[in-house]
């Protein structure tokens, strides 16, 4: 039974991999193997680049001076974050959340198999993430120190111990969620909150990593000899990596019995918290109305729904908040940034100006509300279809909503980046002017793509939010296209100048966003139509 | 009101419908039965606009479905057999945000919602949020929903399933109610006791073909909707 259900969730995770909802049939075995090499290219490549190269950072010095054990804490530490990080946002969602709850609860299957399931896909959701930590961190230790069989076998040890780790994590925090948002009016915001506290931490330790690594391996006896006398258990953590078999099993047998205790405290507590949230009732007044246009009514509602859920507002408006924070910190700093860049790329004008708004538009990138708007629909798509209104009307509205999202603080960072860039007035101005492009283009695109890959039939709203196609194309391609634009000018561009080049990139991006549109208008409300 | 011809919609090889051609007229509540799979929602859903299909002409008061859509859908009011509303609003935010796509005045609408959530007996519920509804009660406010922009054509797939005995014999007086008053209904419906006591005329669809189409009279004659139904399905 476990299997049949894990089999179904993983079926709905990976769905779009393999069935063509626009075309209404399975995909050709190239295009399923092409997916899965672009999503292989994504988490190998890209994230497990990163963390290898701070593996190698990290190995040399720790195991040269006998500390390997600190240098597996501190990986793993980095892996539980990660892990932690990438799904706890899920955890709540696909626990308790789940559309077919319901249904499952109502068929011969005990409440232990459907947690179990739940729990199978939050497990293979965080590994996928810890695991470009984990691997990347035995393969370095390995080849830097030699693979002995105890090393072999600890070492995996370790990654199922961290995995399991970052599993409990998920579920107590999802658990600690549901239970509040049970007693709670408004769920969103306070999960919204809490959330933000959590990223503002985990970022405030992601760019303090740098400078704390290098102060540990530099001190790395002192700390070395704190954390043992201190915390023992984290000296023993670190020591499973390094063959010590006392120290993996005692962790293995903790880990085992925690996740069989948090099992059961989910398996027991499921039922009440899956079926018990509904809020306290609100009173209804009558209002007087005020009357809007279908345009309007239509960006109010996409407006509803972001606002409605934390998994959507997490995943795809992390920038909204992000993108002032840069601005400020861009008027603050941005002088003795630009200074340095310019002083890196002598010979490149105003390259700092250029590369400043390849960051920004980075963080832009992080806004991609429309890529899993037309998904979100699902069920409820036949409102849309039946009302007097075009479809073009109803995309563009979804546009629209990321527009206002993203356009305000773009607007806002790009007038701190000109101001602090240095630079003429019109590459000042072309700053200004290539981020409301790029902004207004990355709404368009958004749309598009989330037409061309709808997953309609979707139980946990995470599907289309988080693990659709449209939305990592939406984000990864925005970086591939934001890292274009300063790598072109590094490379080439530079012999037009900053203030010529940015009004290229601009005028390219308004040819796009005006073929986008025009599509969206025609093209796309019959797609929409035929949905 | 409501003219289907020649109407045929396939799915791969499957024909759903197959050259199916009605005629509904202002103050006619028609009946649209069938077995389950005969092709009635797929029906309902080539009509609103919101399935394209492969062959023949549906108009709305005289207009194309196909070629002016957005003009047959501010003639009409659909409800699905599912109602899978907006969850993340209120009530009375989704009556809004269908009163605002119609452009229904402040003062028309606010009357006109207090008016059939009363009748409804939903009013003290507007302003939850429709997550926190039963299915009859989503159903009823797609009741409202529907009949809250007066449209002339309303088209509901199995519109009694759900409701609460009180809720559907209101729903019946509204029905008639509109006709009287020119307006025309097609709905389908597996409850044959309703169609034969509701129904002006009364098509009966078996595997996307139309088998038997007239006034109640017509078609089931002496006999019972029933008996005529499950003759027909024998055949």
Not at chain 1, 4 to 11: E, W, Y
Not at chain 2, 126 to 151: E, F, N, R, T
Not at chain 2, 163 to 188: N, Q, T, V, W, Y
Request: hydrophobic share 50%; aromatic share 10%; with cysteine.
């Amino acid at each position: 039974m476990l299997k049949v259900l894990v089999k179904k969730q993983l079926g709905e995770v990976f769905r779009s991999y393999f069935y063509d909802a626009k075309k209404n049939r399975m995909r050709s075995k190239l295009s399923i193997a092409a997916w899965f090499v672009f999503f292989f290219l994504i988490m190998v490549v890209f994230l497990g680049g990163v963390f290898l190269a701070l593996a190698f950072t990290m190995c040399g010095g720790l195991t040269e001076a006998g500390m390997d054990w600190l240098y597996f804490l501190l990986m793993g530490v980095i892996a539980v974050l990660l892990g932690a990080f990438g799904s706890v946002f899920n955890t709540f969602s696909s626990l308790y959340l789940a559309k077919d709850n319901d249904q499952l609860l109502s068929l011969p299957i005990p409440v232990r198999t459907i947690v179990a399931a739940r729990l199978v896909n939050v497990y293979l959701m965080s590994t996928m993430y810890s695991s470009t930590v984990l691997i990347p961190m035995l393969i370095v230790y390995w080849v830097t120190v030699g693979a002995t069989a105890a090393r072999v076998i600890c070492g995996l040890l370790l990654y199922l111990i961290v995995t399991f780790i970052v599993l409990l994590l998920s579920c107590l925090l999802g658990w600690v969620v549901a239970k509040i948002s049970v007693k709670l009016k408004n769920k969103s915001m306070i999960t919204v909150l809490i959330s933000l506290a959590f990223i503002g931490g985990y970022y405030f330790f992601y760019f303090k990593a740098n400078e704390f690594i290098t102060d540990i391996i530099t001190r790395a006896d002192t700390y070395g000899a704190r954390i043992r006398g201190a915390a023992y258990g984290l000296y023993l953590f670190g020591r499973i990596g390094t063959g010590d078999w006392l120290a993996a099993a005692v962790f293995a047998a903790a880990t085992a019995l925690l996740t069989a205790l948090i099992w059961r405290l989910l398996s027991r507590s499921f039922l009440s918290v899956a079926s018990g949230g509904a809020a306290a009732r609100v009173r209804y007044v009558e209002k007087p109305v005020r009357v809007k246009s279908p345009f309007g009514a239509l960006l109010h509602k996409e407006l509803g729904r972001f606002a409605s859920s934390p998994n959507y507002i997490l995943n795809c408006g992390l920038g909204i908040l992000l993108i002032p924070i840069c601005g400020v910190l861009i008027l603050l700093k941005g002088q003795e940034v630009a200074e340095t860049f310019n002083a890196l790329l002598a010979g490149r004008p105003d390259c700092s100006a250029v590369i400043l708004c390849t960051g920004l538009f980075m963080l832009s990138a992080m806004i991609d509300t429309a890529a899993p708007s037309v998904s979100l629909e699902g069920k409820s798509l036949w409102i849309p279809q039946s009302l007097p209104v075009n479809g073009g009307l109803v995309l563009r509205a979804k546009a629209a909503l990321q527009l206002l999202l993203s356009g305000v603080p773009m607007l806002f960072a790009s007038v701190c980046m000109a101001a602090a860039a240095g630079s003429s007035l019109p590459v000042k101005l072309m700053i200004v002017a290539a981020s409301v492009s790029y902004t207004a283009f990355s709404a368009l695109f958004g749309t598009f793509i989330g037409l061309k890959m709808p997953i309609l039939h979707w139980t946990s709203e995470m599907a289309p939010i988080k693990q659709s196609g449209a939305v990592i194309i939406c984000l990864f391609g925005g970086w591939v296209v934001s890292m274009l634009l300063g790598a072109l000018y590094v490379l080439f561009g530079y012999r037009l100048g900053a203030a010529a080049y940015l009004l290229l990139w601009t005028l390219a991006f308004d040819a796009a966003s005006l073929l986008l549109l025009r599509w969206l208008n025609t093209k796309g409300e019959k797609a929409f139509a035929e949905l | 009101m409501l003219n289907i011809e020649h109407l045929t919609k396939r799915y791969g090889e499957k024909i759903a419908v197959d050259d199916l051609s009605l005629h509904i007229y202002p103050g006619e509540i028609y009946g649209f039965i069938g077995h389950n799979g005969a092709g009635k929602t797929t029906t309902l859903k080539c009509v609103v606009g919101i399935l394209s299909f492969d062959e023949g002409v549906v108009t709305v008061n005289g207009k194309n479905i196909r070629e002016d859509p957005v003009a047959c859908k501010r003639d009409l009011a659909y409800i699905p057999d599912n109602p899978d509303l907006y969850d993340f609003m209120s009530g009375i935010k989704y009556l809004n945000f269908i009163g605002d796509v119609f452009g229904i005045p402040a003062d028309v609408r606010q009357e006109r919602i207090r008016r059939y959530a009363d009748t409804f007996e939903l009013t003290g519920d507007l302003a939850q949020p429709i997550s926190a509804y039963s299915h009859g009660m989503k159903q009823k406010l797609a009741v409202i929903a529907a009949w809250i922009h007066d449209p002339k054509l309303i088209i509901m797939d199995e519109p009694f399933v759900g409701l609460d005995p009180r809720a559907a014999h209101l729903l019946k007086e509204m029905m008639r109610e509109h006709c009287d008053a020119g307006g025309a209904i097609f709905f389908s419906t597996h409850v044959l006791e309703v169609a034969e006591k509701l129904c002006d005329k009364v098509a009966i669809i078996k595997q996307g073909r139309l088998v038997k189409a007239g006034t109640m009279e017509e078609v089931k004659g002496d006999d019972s909707l029933e008996e005529v139904f499950l003759e027909l399905e024998a055949e």
